[in-house]
């Protein structure tokens, strides 16, 4: 155990030596970026090579060539109680990287919940007849997404829905070594 810190400590004192000298950062064509100087100067950078001091500079970076991310299927219950699956394949782009990477923890993910959220909230204020226009349903919701993502650097290109079904809702309950099935009845 000593010898594993004496060895962490080592590579910490290298990197703090090593990070006196400047470094060269390469950034795709399809890449744009942040160059952040001592916490607080932000500076927005595009594709081509950056140099940057790694003791006061730090240099962050993301995809902005269109995206597709398919949202995992959600079970919902409608507003006249019948249960529905829907699956979502969302089409995004980075059109402020600057923004995308400091106005919001994880983009990727948090434009995902945020779809899956006011899809959920779509599906439940309305009837199981209401849902079955899906190009109503893709219309409203990517409209909805655009204006809660509003300042987040990110442009959404198109929503899809994939697959809507009526479902009966199986949920596998366990305890201990025991388990026991049960289903939701309307």
Same mark, same amino acid.
């Given at each position: 155990?000593?010898?594993?810190?004496?060895?962490?400590?080592?590579?910490?004192?290298?990197?703090?030596?090593?990070?006196?000298?400047?470094?060269?950062?390469?950034? &795709?064509? =399809?890449?744009?970026?942040?160059?952040?100087? +001592?916490?607080?100067?932000? /500076?927005? !950078?595009?594709? #081509? *090579?950056?140099?940057?001091?790694?003791?006061?500079?730090?240099?962050?970076?993301?995809?902005?060539?269109?995206?597709?991310?398919?949202?995992?299927?959600?079970?919902?219950?409608?507003?006249?109680?019948?249960?529905?699956?829907?699956?979502?394949?969302?089409?995004?782009?980075?059109?402020?990287?600057?923004?995308? &990477?400091? =106005?919001?923890?994880?983009?990727?993910?948090? +434009?995902?919940?945020?779809? /899956?959220? !006011?899809?959920? #909230? *779509?599906?439940?204020?309305?009837?199981?007849?209401?849902?079955?226009?899906?190009?109503?349903?893709?219309?409203?919701?990517?409209?909805?997404?655009?204006?809660?993502?509003?300042?987040?650097?990110?442009?959404?290109?198109?929503?899809?829905?994939?697959?809507?079904?009526?479902?009966?809702?199986?949920?596998?309950? &366990?305890?201990?070594?025991?388990?026991?099935?049960?289903?939701?009845?309307?």
């Amino acid at each position: 155990m000593l010898r594993s810190s004496f060895v962490h400590w080592l590579n910490q004192l290298i990197e703090l030596l090593l990070s006196i000298f400047p470094r060269l950062q390469f950034l &795709l064509p =399809n890449e744009a970026g942040i160059r952040v100087t +001592l916490g607080s100067r932000v /500076r927005s !950078i595009g594709p #081509g *090579y950056w140099w940057y001091w790694p003791l006061v500079q730090q240099i962050s970076y993301c995809v902005v060539a269109p995206q597709v991310v398919d949202l995992m299927p959600q079970a919902l219950r409608t507003k006249d109680g019948k249960e529905l699956t829907i699956s979502l394949t969302m089409r995004y782009a980075i059109s402020d990287a600057r923004m995308a &990477l400091l =106005n919001v923890h994880s983009y990727d993910q948090a +434009l995902q919940n945020l779809t /899956r959220g !006011i899809v959920a #909230g *779509y599906v439940n204020g309305r009837t199981f007849d209401e849902c079955g226009d899906i190009a109503d349903i893709a219309e409203n919701t990517k409209a909805a997404v655009q204006k809660a993502a509003r300042g987040w650097g990110v442009s959404i290109q198109a929503l899809y829905v994939d697959e809507i079904a009526s479902t009966l809702n199986v949920r596998l309950m &366990l305890r201990g070594e025991y388990a026991r099935n049960t289903v939701d009845e309307e």
